[in-house]
């Protein structure tokens, strides 16, 4: 008996030694990361600081970038090339009015007589102490590589957000800015809502923020134009189900497939249903291949009314439903769901990854329709008067 308890406690010792090594190992790669970024932004300012000091020649820049990389390659080895070291000077031009926590003092500067006191830096030494504040240590260069190619500042900023708070891989990160992720998220936004995404990335505070439309689909792997069942489509996302919660958003859990309801002896059958960790609400989905029809509507309501009803419970949100479509006439959703919008959503979805011009056009389009309805609103008309 004393030798089991000993093995036992042994097993329990090893796992706690595994789960501080894991840790660990953790905590070093975060803290190599934000001293990567920390060190090329640092070394993209004195590039650039030398560059405009030398400004008066054209061609001093050029001369200058290559014999960086080409000294660097020497001392360091490789990943200092030239289109690298081009990379590094790009990275502090997009993100340079961060303000660092720390700094360093150049050896012009001590040469010149100047003191870290004096210049406002801290000794090179401690270059390696904090990241410039602002730089998320869940996120390595190769994410910040992905950041710089997307021009618009606000669109930037919530995929900074986002990827840290999401933690995602730079696959994921490149996913996201693809299908226009922020482009979705705020095209029925006003100008306050898109500088919030901005600065706080997908925050959920009602059930209306977290739909998008389209939802883009791409991971299913299913053809855009074929004929398949709605069975196909929800084996793929089942398949697939950690690439669609990230389509999806944060802080979704997978509940069931297929959750059967019994109302007075008839079977009903629910695609997929969720759990929203902020709103405290479940996440009913249904899936259509087709058009959108008022039936499908109703049928959504009643799943919300028994879900309302029978799984809620006390301090929960409302279950929210949303229907996934190919396409749907707006005037039928607006009509049906007069009365329960605020828990009922239906959305389009798409099986590829559309090209930037597709979707902006469509996206412009869509935003186009919600200011016609919110102008008709105004003017005391019903949308589509």
């Keep these: 008996m004393a030798a089991e308890q000993l093995d036992g406690s042994l097993g329990e010792c090893v796992q706690r030694i595994r789960d501080i090594l894991r840790t660990a190992r953790a905590q070093v790669l975060h803290s190599a990361n934000?001293?990567?970024?920390?060190?090329?932004?640092?070394?993209?300012?004195?590039?650039?600081?030398?560059?405009?000091?030398?400004?008066?020649?054209?061609?001093?820049?050029?001369?200058?970038m290559h014999q960086i990389s080409e000294q660097l390659t020497v001392e360091f080895g490789r990943g200092y090339s030239l289109a690298n070291v081009k990379l590094i000077r790009q990275f502090y031009l997009?993100?340079?009015?961060?303000?660092?926590?720390?700094?360093?003092?150049?050896?012009?500067?001590l040469t010149s007589g100047g003191t870290p006191a004096q210049k406002g830096y801290t000794a090179c030494s401690q270059l390696l102490q904090a990241p410039p504040e602002g730089f998320h240590p869940e996120l390595s260069w190769s994410h910040y590589r992905i950041l710089m190619r997307v021009p618009q500042l606000e669109a930037r900023a919530f995929y900074e957000v986002e990827a840290a708070k999401s933690r995602w891989v730079v696959r994921e990160l490149e996913r996201q800015i693809g299908s226009l992720l922020f482009e979705r998220l705020a095209n029925s936004r006003d100008k306050d809502g898109v500088l919030a995404l901005a600065r706080d990335g997908h925050e959920v505070f009602t059930p209306a923020d977290l739909v998008k439309d389209p939802y883009v689909l791409e991971f299913t792997?299913?053809?855009?134009?074929?004929?398949?069942?709605?069975?196909?489509?929800?084996?793929?996302?089942?398949?697939?189900?950690?690439?669609?919660?990230?389509?999806?958003?944060?802080?979704?859990?997978f509940v069931a497939r297929q959750k059967r309801l019994t109302i007075d002896g008839d079977h009903f059958?629910?695609?997929?249903?969720?759990?929203?960790?902020?709103?405290?609400?479940?996440?009913?989905?249904?899936?259509?291949?087709?058009?959108?029809?008022?039936?499908?509507?109703?049928?959504m309501q009643m799943y919300v009314g028994w879900y309302e009803m029978e799984e809620r419970r006390e301090g929960e949100g409302p279950p929210i439903g949303l229907i996934l479509c190919t396409s749907k006439n707006e005037a039928v959703v607006k009509y049906t769901l007069s009365q329960s919008a605020s828990q009922v959503f239906a959305s389009r979805y798409q099986l590829h990854l559309p090209s930037e011009e597709d979707l902006v056009k469509e996206l412009r389009q869509e935003r186009a329709r919600l200011e016609q309805q919110l102008l008709g609103t105004r003017d005391g008309k019903l949308p589509d008067e």
């Design 269 to 299: 059958y629910i695609d997929l249903v969720f759990y929203h960790r902020v709103l405290r609400s479940f996440l009913l989905i249904d899936l259509k291949t087709g058009k959108l029809t008022h039936e499908d509507l109703g049928q």
């Design 34 to 64: 934000a001293t990567m970024v920390s060190a090329y932004w640092h070394i993209g300012r004195e590039i650039v600081e030398e560059e405009q000091r030398g400004k008066e020649r054209a061609d001093y820049g050029a001369r200058l």
């Design 94 to 109: 997009a993100y340079r009015n961060r303000d660092p926590l720390i700094g360093y003092t150049s050896s012009s500067q």
């Design 221 to 253: 792997g299913l053809p855009e134009a074929s004929r398949w069942l709605e069975s196909d489509l929800e084996q793929a996302l089942i398949d697939r189900l950690q690439q669609f919660i990230l389509e999806l958003g944060r802080d979704l859990f």
